[in-house]
């Protein structure tokens, strides 16, 4: 029998970026929030030994454990879904402050084009553009109406970047300047430049400069380090949950933090949620917190797969394409992209910081004209320089062996000579793209694990065709003496690491019949549970997600508010 | 270092009934010049250090030559001395001592892959090993029910047996072309393993190999931060923000982890 505990105003399931959010945001409105999360507490003081590649980047130090729970996937239906056994496509967050802490920083704002993709697709090119089993929809929220919130993130991580020429308006400037300029950043913009295209610095949660946010939160510049993806910032100076909210939710005193608590399942009544069912991972000891609004925050796969765990919501059908949590999981497709070998430059690569680049939009949304192009949407198009660390980077230009004396050369040759410019590149909803709880695999509870439906499609080929010969274009033009272009999407592989940019699962959107939340991230069937996240994002866009999910964490949080004070409905 | 008899003193040797110090007398490389025979002495020899047996006498156990300190990490957590023979040669073809300097075997990744399958890495610790066990689609990823080390233990005894079949003499024996020749055969897959995949052994061979030779020493790899000099890789640095901006290209002396802790 659980213990059941004194119930709170709001528990919040995972503290990372959408739960720290909430949680600094309800505590400032007076509200009492209970916090759980299921890995351990972090603290910049653990980042002493942080300069170590091997074990944060390829020993997985801040990722969950996958021993104790994983994913499963399958390329379609026709395939056994089998378990993600180690790491591969994508690191799943943990502990404190989750994801955010070892993300790069690369900041985006979705565009006004992707929060009406269908509209606007179809006033432009008209139905047919969208081909048979595509499922884009409208967000149910405009880029204007979201517009405050994203700028409340900013203020609130000092966001550095300068405006995209070709992005949503702004209503005030990024609160930093931009990060410095490489000369690597520098030949990419030249080039850009010189092709008419719209080179920006790219927005960043590494510091510029020293930065006091608009709660009286302090912290310091950014070193370009060099490690930072995959890395705690040792500074302090890359925006994370537990250097930015959670000490302002600290500091109300209303919010409790519980770490090694991993929530089992959203309890409820009557259409309404109650509050929650977890286990001590120290103990084994189960708890029940009982709360008046119960507020997920436990990344994509976890949102989805505790509300069918729980019963809650209608479980999506891909058969008959009804039903709608685990509806519109969609990825990010990263395989356009050029790498350019210099003969007689040396740069200094093994210095930079995570959302350290240059980047541009011309290809991106509907920033382009589709009208003969086999695909909707596109990607930006970027160079960053996070830091070459040498375990991972051994770039050797086509036709090297992959091993032995010449592979040694090469590999020591180029070492701070290679270049690569990628695309970020948008990733559609299909209707037989889904999540769904898998049939034989188990979490150390016995649970079932969530399981991914999912590949690239027709769409992704083209694109990644497109946009892989534009940035060998730019490499080119930046005066590299080998380029190679990537311009080929194979199938989706499990195995190598693309990003962490899942999405989709538990959609925004106008209607119950095809979102699972309205657009406070409030669930339509029950009305006082929120499901916060990139779970709420009805397809990817050409960007890295957490722009966007930070502006919709705060929406959600004025819609929690708003609730607590007058319950009902948002929508 | 020419020796043969490795393999057969390791057999005719009884380990336990020697104590460490006895068996270096006995095998002649305290006193120095007359045998340094055995898989023993042959591991004992500093990782930056060519030649061993030219000591004259004066060097003991444990005792480095002058300005050198002894490296007692070079010790086996996991492999048997066959198995780290093998590593240490196969590793030593995948990232061989050219004139850009030092290959595998200097860099001591035979002693990094050991240790590394001694703990969590080889146990397959944080990676999700519950069953059932179906073979997979390769997009699927690794779907086997063997943790690294057994992967290891398996790889290794297959390339010993495909060099005794091929060329009838230990792998480590074999010409640096043979020992090529085996290793490409592993990662084709063009020899068949009923048990485990070979180009999947080869890879992950391949892949602790960069790892040993560049992970910050603290490993037991990257002796003397050998491998960071090859790439200039400036290893830990605490701030690039001087140049960070700068056109020409800086070299920067190494710093390993172990300058963060006070050591007296
Ligand atoms: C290596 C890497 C680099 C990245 N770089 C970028 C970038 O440059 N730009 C960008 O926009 N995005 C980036 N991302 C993505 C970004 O980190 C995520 O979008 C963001 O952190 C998501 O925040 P979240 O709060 O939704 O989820 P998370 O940060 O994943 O937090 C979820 C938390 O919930 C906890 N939790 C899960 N299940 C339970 C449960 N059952 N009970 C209790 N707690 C639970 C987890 O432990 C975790 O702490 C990167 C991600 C990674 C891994
Ligand atoms: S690069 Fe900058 S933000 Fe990233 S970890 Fe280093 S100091 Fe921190």
Redesign the interface.
Known sequence: MATKLPKTDVVVVGVGWGGGIIAAELTKAGMNVVGLERGKERKTEDY??V????RYA???EMFQ???KE?IT???NEK??S?????Y?SFLLGDGLGGAGVHWNGMTFRFLPYDFQIKTQTIERYGKKKIPDGMTIQDWGITYDELEPYFLKFEKMAGIGGEENPLGGKRSEKYPTPPM????VMKLFSDACKGLKYHPYIMPSANLSEQYTNPDGVARA?C????FCERFGCEYGAKADPVVTVLPVAKNTGKFELRTHSNVRRILHKGGKATGVLYIDTTTGEEYEQPADIVVMTSYVFNNTRLLLLSNMGKPYDSKSGTGVIGRNYAYQVEAAAGVGFFEEK???L???AGA?AMTMDDFNGDNFDHKDLNFIHGGSISYSQGGN???QN?TVPPGTP????DF??A??KY??RNVSVWAEGSCMPYRHHFLDLDP???DEFGDPLIRITFDFEERDREMVKFLGAKCGQILKEMGADKVVAYTEQG?????HYQSTHNTGGVIMGDSPDTSAVNNYLQMWDFDNCFVVGASAFAHNGGYNPTGTVGALSYRAAEGIIKYHKKPGSLA | MANETEEQDLKDHKEPDQSRRNFLKNTGYAVGGLVVGGVVGSLLRSPNKSTTNNNTGNTTENKAPAGEAVNFNQALMYFTQEQFLITEAATE????A?D?GP?AKELGVAYFIDHQLAG??GL???????G?F?K????????GRLKRREIFDIGLQEMQNYSNKKFQKKFKDLTPEEQ?TV?KAF?TDEVKLTTISASGFFKTL?GS???G????P??GGNGNMG??K????????????K?????K??KITPVS?RE?LPHS
């Not at chain 1, 089998?82 to 180690?86: E, K, N, V």
């Not at chain 1, 070193?223 to 060099?226: F, L, N, T, V």
């Not at chain 2, 397959?124 to 519950?130: I, K, L, P, T």
């Not at chain 2, 997979?136 to 779907?143: D, R, S």
Request: net charge negative.
């Open positions: 002493y030994m300069h170590d590649e091997l390829l020993r997985y454990d996958l021993s994983t996937f399958r390329g395939i056994r089998l378990p993600m056994r180690s591969g410095q300029v490489s000369p510049a070193q370009y380090c060099g040396e740069f200094n093994f210095s930079g350290m660390r040498p375990i051994n992959g091993w032995g004396k040694k050369a590999s020591i070492a701070n034989a695999y188990k199938p989706y592989e499990i195995t | 073809r995948l990232f061989p050219d850009n290959g969590e890495w397959n610790g944080r990676e999700y090993m519950q059932p179906f997979g689609e390769t997009t699927q990823g690794y779907q090529d290793l990662e391949f190999t960069m790892e030779a560049y992970a910050d603290l490993y491998g960071w090859l790439k200039n890789f400036p290893g830990n640095q605490m701030s690039y923000t140049i960070i901006e700068q056109d290209f800086e982890l963060h």
